[in-house]
């Protein structure tokens, strides 16, 4: 009786050491997710990532127009903001293109949790969301506002601003959003470019600061390079390449009608002000990091945006 209890025992003991060595079989090649459903190995999830961000060509898609050479040129001032922002272009964009890089030539493991590496340190961009780009997950921000409604007419009394510094920071802010330095992705040349992501605003940007004396509200792109004629895309949400597709455009409106010759001779900014509100054109010029795809010679207007800015409130900053 007691051996065959004992036997009972080891038999019992024995299937649970099996169960135990093959459910850390599967382990090997599968993993649970935190509601204990099985997912995909890292192995698989790479090999997927290999498909969606593949090498494609962009020159079907780049805006056939040509681009405006500034007339009067760009004086040193612009010149050395244009550089500044180039070189925080070219730093974003290659830290997403050395991950795709890797990803390709398999140098580098993606989705694997490093173990025992002890509390997480906190990295920003995490490389996988990175490479994925879902570094911002809710993407297609809203317009913070609503347009300004003027001019009315184009003979219009308005009354000029000076570009200050303020202003240019917010077109700063502006520029490196929409063109997403993250979604370049990895390029050897116009035909082969991985993990490219349309230029479109993620998130706006913007530091609240009690300094600041306005906010932007609205922001409009107008294209030059795609339309006979300058148009400005109507997009629901602060834009991107992805809702230009859809196509709704207008004609320029008095303001930006009477601001984009400033920026076509090589002004960066035309900002007029009425009763409290700022309507601002801003030049988007090629830098050396745009050669890569757009054919154009350095301080070319690609594009400009069409912002309206408000007081910042002065109570509850947040
Ligand atoms: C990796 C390639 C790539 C780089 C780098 C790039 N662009 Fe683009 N850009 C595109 C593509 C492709 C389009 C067409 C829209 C689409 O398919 O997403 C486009 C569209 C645009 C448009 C809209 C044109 C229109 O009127 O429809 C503007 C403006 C623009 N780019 C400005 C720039 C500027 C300025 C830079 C550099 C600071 C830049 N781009 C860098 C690929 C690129």
């Not at 007339?71 to 290659?94: F, V």
């Not at 920026?263 to 409290?276: A, M, P, Q, T």
């Amino acid at each position: 009786m007691r051996i065959a209890i004992t036997l009972a025992g080891i038999l019992l003991l024995a299937a649970a050491a099996i169960g135990v060595y093959c459910a850390a079989d599967i382990r090997r090649l599968w993993s649970e997710d935190p509601s204990g459903q099985l997912v995909q190995t890292p192995e698989q999830k790479e090999a997927e990532a290999r498909k969606t961000l593949a090498f494609a060509s962009l020159v079907e898609r780049l805006p056939k127009g040509k681009p405006n050479s500034p007339k009067k040129g760009l004086d040193a001032e612009s010149k050395k903001r244009w550089g500044i922002l180039d070189g925080n272009l070219a730093a974003y964009q290659a830290q997403r293109a050395e991950l795709l890089k890797a990803l390709h030539e398999k140098t580098r493991k993606f989705f694997v949790e490093s173990p025992g590496a002890g509390p997480q340190r906190p990295i920003w961009p995490v490389p996988d969301e990175l490479l994925l780009d879902t570094v911002y997950k809710n993407g297609d921000p809203r317009h913070p506002g609503e347009p300004a409604d003027f001019p009315y007419s184009p003979g219009e009394n308005l009354s000029r601003v000076k570009p200050d510094d303020e202003f240019y920071f917010y077109h700063d802010i502006g520029l490196s959003d929409f063109l997403y330095p993250f979604g370049f992705g990895y390029i050897k040349d116009r035909e082969h470019v991985a993990g490219f992501k349309s230029h479109g605003f993620r998130h706006l940007g913007v530091p609240v600061h009690e300094s600041k004396r306005w906010r932007i509200n609205h922001i409009q792109l107008v294209g030059i390079l795609s339309h006979e004629q300058p148009v400005v895309y109507l997009t629901d949400k602060l834009p991107s390449m992805e809702q230009v597709r859809q196509g709704k455009t207008r004609a320029l409106d008095f303001f930006e009608e009477a601001a984009l010759p400033s920026l076509r001779d090589g002004e960066d900014l035309y900002i007029v002000s009425k009763d409290n509100t700022i309507r601002m054109l801003g030049a988007l010029r090629a830098t050396k990091t745009c050669q890569k795809c757009h054919d154009a010679e350095i301080g070319d207007l690609l594009g400009a945006f069409s912002y309206t800015l408000r007081p910042a409130p002065k109570e509850k900053q947040e």
